[in-house]
Structure formats: structure tokens, C-alpha cells
């Protein structure tokens, strides 16, 4: 048996051999028209910031080859291939501050692409690694957004405040104007658009001590959830009096994402509702919204516990997997560079899409010449103090999944029981943060 | 309402509510009964159609005015990944159909045939392995797929179908040569055909109708299935699933084009099985 | 192939018929063993281990992730009644209602292959799409089913808010999907029974139920067996009309065995824990499919 083994072994390692050497020829054939592979969702921000990598990339003759994933599986399939090492499938991926931490072990630094001077400091907290070196290069902004009907309020009747928000929503429904006063997703992984917005107008937050994104601190807090507190409970039950008192917002918002929020809202059956600002383009879109035209911006409503409007201000980008060549690693920051620098390419992007660039420099410039954007800037950008819209460790999702699950309970049942659903759900959001 | 006015020339029984009434009313309920049968069956299918017709601003509001177009075709239709997908996805299905009823005809020939540790054993590795949830073994398929350099081709799609059919489809083909006199085959094998010879030739061409069943339902099933797609292939063989679930983005979903593209694949599908249909059900003898 | 068997060297130790036997599975054995047995042991291998699909560390816990599951009361006390509840809804809802049609197809009428098209019509829609589709229908300001309700003077209905009228969503849609699968197989069961037993009934002046209590139903039960095993393992299985229609909520009120697998493994990330709930279930739907498979059987051997 075991010559044939040994023999067997050789005959593999021929194969192997001669394998390899062919795979050598082809990718030396290959080099002749280099190619850049990424990994993307096809949406028109995305396609806009590889249109601008796709002017460099034809003066550089290199193919760049855009591969559209399903949102479904976007971050499971790239962090497989990432964790796997494996070289071949792509060269840039989109990068999000959702996941920016569960990356940065195999992301390249980016602090030497050119032109990284020039982005917002803020939304970048999500994406470094653990030696402080930066792996992302920021594509557009995503910020949350107060969207109001401009055709029914004028900018200074705009709600300043919770309350304010509430009468004038029942004011607009009893004049007919509207059949809800605020419309906004509510189920899982849109919290964002109903809890956590009033959450940190309310000057409040998930975990104590509020507002830190330290994970040391964090954990040395023994991730201490802060749903028990009065700021917390007060914004469960605004939502509840929202739907079930005063009667806002529909009946069934509990289990709304975002889709069936901006629905309704491009229905031009709401009259407030408050999302990424990257759907303006959307709403503004005869063949996609009914209020084409009647849709303005303002900063967030007041919480009874704070005097200014909060804002977050997190970003889409673009990163380079460690496992690449040094070669390809070199011409995707190339192309990046060149993406962070066209100005340009970047005002066509804010003008077709509404993704505002990522280049902060060109803000006053297009503020100058774009209302829009004017109105963008001071309804989030021009607002502190700003927060962020997630915490960055690794049990992250496993928490904000256990938050959503407390604070839908709440809302299902009885008003007075908010406060001891809130109470029993406190240790399960702690497990879901220490992971046991 | 007496028995008197039943056609049949039946002996004193009790009438039912459905013999007491006349034949022309019975005809009507019949009638009325199959109408609400198929109103249930076909509407979210033609709901799905409506919406497919009605202009992005609409395609939720279904029922809220009355403005129609064929816009999300003519978009759809432009995309020339739709057009390679659809073909992708008929190929697929096609292929798939061919191989799984391939391994598994002789696999439930086996079964039913023969008895013992061998089939016995066969039996419950097939059975135990159904019963293995998915969510545990993609990821897995994922890496090998890629080890064995087939993922992202036709390949790495078809053998992972296959073997998800071998359980379900090796039982029911048992169920049809069990259906088979096996007589016919030992009188050929004494005239001397061998094993082989009395399966290929006498009982495969009695097992044709059930064979043909299976083809329609394994179809179908390949031609909407989706996890596997979406795992298994990347831009290189796009799946019509997998396109349609792209127009679906971190920011929402393309409804529109979305529900003109499943309007799309239902084209096809509605043809195998019209066509197929009178053999599924002559077919199907468990 | 067709060589006599004596002049066969022995291969192994085989005689020539386990030869054939061998031969019959060996395409079907490879498939199963490389796309479905090996991705299987690998995903029970990360069950025993630490791996985080953003960190696969691969370091051996031992039955760490197990202890986790077993011991998470939401697990035992929510998901598991949820998963059982479901299918045996589901199972029995599109058994009843597929019998009810096969009955019916199975007798000869005008425009029967109209009915039969349109009965399969749910066979011939990808079923992601037709989970979306349903949630629109089931949303209380633009779904088509509040405005149906309306018609008949009925209050809306804000379906995916609570628990009971969630799941009674989910079922409809899971009913629908799977009656198609059943009559389709009921009515072959049905068109394949010899028609002496029914001959004798006729002459007997038997009633219609009688008929179908005492020859229908027990010729009948033999195919019903088959597919009511292998509707409740890919019922207690069921995930994607369940993710798109409910995602589980609210809260976690509708909560299914799949879902939980899914989540630990891919929305944590947490690959190990996933890997671990999805064996246990697994192991659970094993033992109870084999139980079920017995009883009815039995019941088949009873009633001959």
C-alpha cells in the first residue's frame, strides 16, 4: 500500500505544481489589464461613489469590476471570506459603522490614503483597529433626519419639542390635512427611527454611563443597562401615548421598518416622520414618492430633559481586505484617493442622490450654491451636542437585538406595566453584553 | 327536498344536505364552492401581478387609485443581468431536475427492492440528514464549494441541490416501485437479463409517469429556491432569486421592480407546470 | 455489467447482489456525503467550539454553547412551544385543507385542470416574494386584508402588533404555500387506489362519508404517513415566510426554532452558539419525526 501512497502523494504534487504554474501564467496574462473587484449594494450612493473610482480607473486602464450582493447576506458572506483570507473575491468592499468593529482585524490602514485629512473625525470612532490605525474610507453620510411636509407648516410652526410634536401632528389629522401626525420605523433594526431618536433628544441612552463609547468603561460599568431610568421610561411611553393616546402614529408602528414607514410618509398620508437623510432623494423622486417637492428638513424635536436638539452623524465607506496583494493594495487606496478628491464627482453625487460627500471641505461650497444641502447642514450637521447611533463591541448586535425585544414588549402591553416589563428586561440585555 | 328527487336509483338512505338539494342548486354550490376555492388559491398571485403593473409611487397602495404602466417591465427588462439570470436559473433547474431524479431513481429502486442492513442503513442516513436544519451547514457549504474551486458555477449549485433531494425524493420513488409488480423483473432476469438489464428495462419504463411527477415538482423547486443561491453564487452565475433579492438595500427595497421581476419568473414556472400537469397527478403514486 | 455472477472476482467481500444494491446508491451516497454530511460535521464541529464568524478563534469550549441553549429559558419556554405549535397548525391545517381539495379534484368535472392550475399557483411563486408580499397585505394602513375586512363593516386589524394575530398570519401564508404540496400528493394517492373496493360500496348504497371513512381515509393512509412526516420536519424547520412576515416579533412572541438558530449565528455572529441550537434541534426533530413515523404506522396496521 504504501508505494502506491507514496506514489499517489508525487502524482498530487505534480498536479499541484503544474497547477500552480498554470495559475501563474494566467494572472501574469491577466496583468497586462489589471482589474479591481468590489463588493457593494447596488444603490444609487454606492454606484455614485464608484462612478467617480471608475474616471481614475479608465485613465489607469484598469477594469473595475463591480459585484452587486444581496443586503441579505452582505455581511455574512464578506466577513466569511474575510476571516477565510482569502485573496480572490474582492479588492474593495463597502464598509459600514454597523459592523466597522467586527472588521478591523482584517481591513488594510487606510491613514495613508490621500486625501483622508479632508473627512469628518466623528463618524470615523467606529472603525479603528486595535493598534489605532484607521480602516475605512468614507463614501457618504448617513445621518438620522427629521423630514416635515412643507406644503402643511411653515418653518417656523416646525415642532420644537415632543409636545409640540404631538399637537400639531392632532392639528394637521383634525384639519384633514394628514391621516397621522408622525409615521417612523419601530421593529427590529430600525429602532433608530422611533425609540432612539427621542432617546437621545431626551438626553438619554441605552447603557450607563450615558453617552460613553469607551469599551474599557463600558465593561468596567459591568455594561450597566439604563433602561430603568425615568429619561428612558419616558420615551417608551411617549411612543405608547403616540399610538394609543393620542393616536399620531398608527396602530400597527410597533412592527414597522422603515419600509413601511416611508410608505406611508411618501404616500403623503403623514406629516413628520424621520429617517437617514440619504431617502431625500427618494422622497423627491416623482416616480417614487407623491410628495415630490413638499418635503423639508429641521432639527430633531426636544425631549422634556434637554435644551438642544441632538443629532448623530455616522458614514458609509469603503475598505481594503488585508488578504490581498500588496500590488491590488496598492491601486484600490489609489483609487480612493482619487474618489476623496474629486470634488466634482462628489457634488454630482449630493445633487443625484442626496448622499452628502464625505469631503467636509466642499460642505460651505455646496452650502453656498445648494438649499438643500443649506437646510441638511443645520437641521444635522450644524446641531450639537452629536451622538452616535450604535456602540462599537463585538456583542453589540446581540444588544441592540435584546433592546428592541424589551422595549416592543413594553409597548405591546398595558402603560402601567411599562415600567416592570422595562425592569425584567434588564438582565437579558446585560447577558447579551457580556455574551453568557 | 324529498329523496324522491335524487337521480339515483339508490335504496332508502338518509339524505345529506348536499343530495337534498335539487341538481341545478347542487351544480350552482359546486360552482360557487370552486370559484371561492380558486379566489383564495389565486390571490396573492394576481395581487402580485396588480402590483407589478402600478407605477413606483402606487405599488403600495395597491387600491388607492387607478394609474397603471408597464414601466417596471420596461426597467426590469433593460437590466441585462435579469435577462442572464433568467437563463441562469432555467439551466439550473433544468440540470438539476436531470440529476437528482438521476441518483435518485436507483436510489429508491434500491430501497424498494431489497431488503436488510444495507437499504435499512441507507434508509435512516437519509432520513437523519433531512432533518438537519440549514442554518448549521450553508456556511459550511459555503467553504466547501470554495475548496473545491466549483463555487460560483453551475456546479457548486447543482451538487448541493441534489443531495438536499436524495431524502425526500428517494422515499416517494420507493413509494412508486413499490407500486410495480416486481414479478415482471425476476421472469427477466430468468430469461436472462441481468440486474441491471431488469431494472433499466423493465422497471424504469413503468416508473416513466412517476418520474415525470417529480421532474415538474423538482423544477419548481429549484427554479424559486433561494437560500442556496444566494449563498452559493456570486456575480459570475447570477440566480433569478438572487437578483430579485438585490433590488432589496440597506436602505429599503425597489417594490416595484422587485414584483415586476417576480411577475417575470412566474412565466415560466406557469408553463412547466401547465404543461406538466396532467403527468404530476397521473403521476404521483406514493 | 451484465456478466454472469460466478466468473465476478469477490469485490470486498461482496456477493454480486450488494454489489448492485452498492452500485444503485453510490451516485446519490457521493452527493449526500459532500455537499450535505461534510458541511454537516463541520457545523457540529463549531458547535463545541469558540467561533465568533468576525474571530473564528476555533478554540474547543466543549458543550459550553450546548449548556447556553439548554439553559436559556426563552429557548425552552418560548421558542420550543412556538416551533411545536406551528407545525402542528400548519401540518394539520394544509393536511385537512389538501385532503378537502384532492376530494374534490378527484371527482370529474368541466374545467377541472383550470381549478388544478390555479390551486398549484402558490407551488410557482418564489417564496421569499411571496412572504413580502403577504406582510404588505397584513399591514394596517395600505395591506389589501384591513381593506377586505372594511368592506364586511369588520374594525382594521394591526396584525403583526400582537402575538395571536401574528401567528395567525404566518399560518394563513404557511397554509397556503403547503396545501398545493398536499393535494397534489393526496390526489395522486387518491387516482392510484383500485376502484373494486368502491364498486362494492356503491351497490351497498353506503353513504358518501361512510365511503370515505371506511375505504378512502384507511387506503389512504399510507401516503398521508409519508407526507405528514415529511411536512412536519420541514415544518418545524420553517424560516424564511416566518423572518419576512413577523421576524419573530413582536418581541419574540412568534419566535421559531430556525429563528433562533439564525440569529445567534448570524445576526451575533456568534457561529458556535448557532451551530449548537441548530443540532438540538436536530436531535429533537430526529427522535420526534421517528415517534411520529411509528405511531402512524401503527395506526395504518390498525385500521387494515
Redesign the interface.
Known sequence: MDWKLTALRRTATAAAVAAAVAVGFAADAGAQQRELKVGY???PIQDASLDMMEKWAKANNVKL?R???????FM??VT?TLT?G?GD?FDIIWH?DDWGQLWEKWLEPTDDVAGIGNVDKWPLDAFWSADRKLTVVPMAHTVGTFFYRSDLLKPEEVPKTFAELVATGQRLQKEGKVKWGYVGGMAMNNTWFSFWWTMWANNCDILKPLFERDNAKLKAANFEPAITEPCHREIVEYWWDAINTHKISPPGMTAYT??EA???F??GDAAFTLV?S??FG?FN??????IVGKVAMAPFPVGPRAQKPTSWNEIWGWGIPKGISAERKKLAKEALAFMLGDEEGQMEMWKKTGGPPPNVRLWDKIAAQDADFRMLKNAVFDQKPVTHSAYYFAEWPAVHKAYSDAVIAAMSGKREDIGKVMQDNVEKIRRAATGN | MTTASLPAP??R??P?FFEALAPGGRRML?LL??VA??L???F??L??GL?SLR???AV?????GTDFTL?NFHEVLGQQVVLKAMWNSFAISTLATILSL???V??G??LSR?KGP??NT?FS????????????????????T?A?GIFDTYWGLL??H???H?C?F???MK?FFD?IDPSMEYAAMIDG?????A?WRVAMPAAIPGLT?LAI?CW?YT??E??FA??LT??ETPIL??V??????????E?HL??AT?VL??GP??LV??FG??Y??????? | ???PTATRRPFLGLD???R??????A???F??V???????F???N??FRDWALHDPKRTWVGLKNYLYVLRDPEFLFVVLPNTFGFMAASVGCSLGLGLA?AL?LNRK?R?R??????????????????A???R??F?DQ?G?VN?VLDLFGLAPVAWLTQRWTAFLAILITDV?LW??WFT??L???L??LPPEPFEAAQID?A???RVFRHITLPMLR??MV??IV?RS?DAF?T??IVWTISGGGPARATEV??IY??VE??QFLN?GR??A???I??FI??FF?MGLYRILNRWVEVSK
Open positions: 449594494q447596488k444603490h469590476t459585484i452587486p450582493m444581496a443586503y441579505s447576506v455574512e458572506k466569511a477565510s482569502a473575491q459600514n422603515r419600509n416611508n410608505a406611508i411618501m404616500a437617514d440619504t431617502h427618494e423622486d416623482p416616480r417614487r414618492s407623491k | 339508490a335504496p338512505r338518509a345529506g359546486f364552492a370552486m376555492v380558486c383564495l388559491f389565486a396573492p398571485v395581487w402580485l402590483t407605477p413606483g409611487y403600495f397602495y395597491v387600491h388607492r414601466e438521476g441518483v435518485t436507483t436510489s429502486y434500491m431489497f444495507i437499504p441507507w442516513l437519509i432520513y437523519v440528514f433531512r432533518c438537519v436544519p440549514y442554518v448549521s451547514w450553508v456556511l459550511p457549504l459555503y467553504f466547501v470554495r473545491l451538487l448541493p441534489v443531495a438536499v436524495v425526500f428517494s422515499w416517494i413509494g407500486g437479463c441481468s440486474r441491471w438489464g431494472f411527477a415538482l419548481l427554479w424559486n433561494f437560500l444566494l449563498i456570486a456575480h432569486t438572487v430579485m433579492a438585490q433590488f432589496v438595500h440597506e436602505l429599503g427595497m417594490w422587485m414584483s417576480a419568473s412566474l414556472a406557469l407546470t401547465v400537469q396532467k404530476v397527478i397521473r403521476g404521483l403514486k406514493v | 455489467m451484465s456478466s454480486e447482489k450488494k448492485f444494491m452498492l452500485a444503485l446508491i451516485p446519490a451516497v452527493a449526500l459532500f455537499f450535505q454530511i461534510v458541511p454537516i463541520t457545523g457540529a463549531a458547535s381539495l374534490l368535472f374545467g385542470w383550470l381549478v388544478q392550475t390555479v390551486i398549484l399557483l402558490p407551488l410557482m411563486v418564489a417564496p421569499v416574494i411571496a413580502i408580499m403577504i404588505w397585505m399591514n395600505f389589501i381593506v397556503w396545501t398545493p397534489l400528493l390526489l395522486a394517492g387516482q392510484s348504497a353513504t358518501p362519508w399510507p401516503v409519508v407526507c415529511i420536519i424547520r424560516f424564511d426554532f430556525s438558530a439564525y449565528a448570524f457561529f448557532g451551530s441550537a441548530a443540532v434541534g436536530a426533530i430526529v419525526a
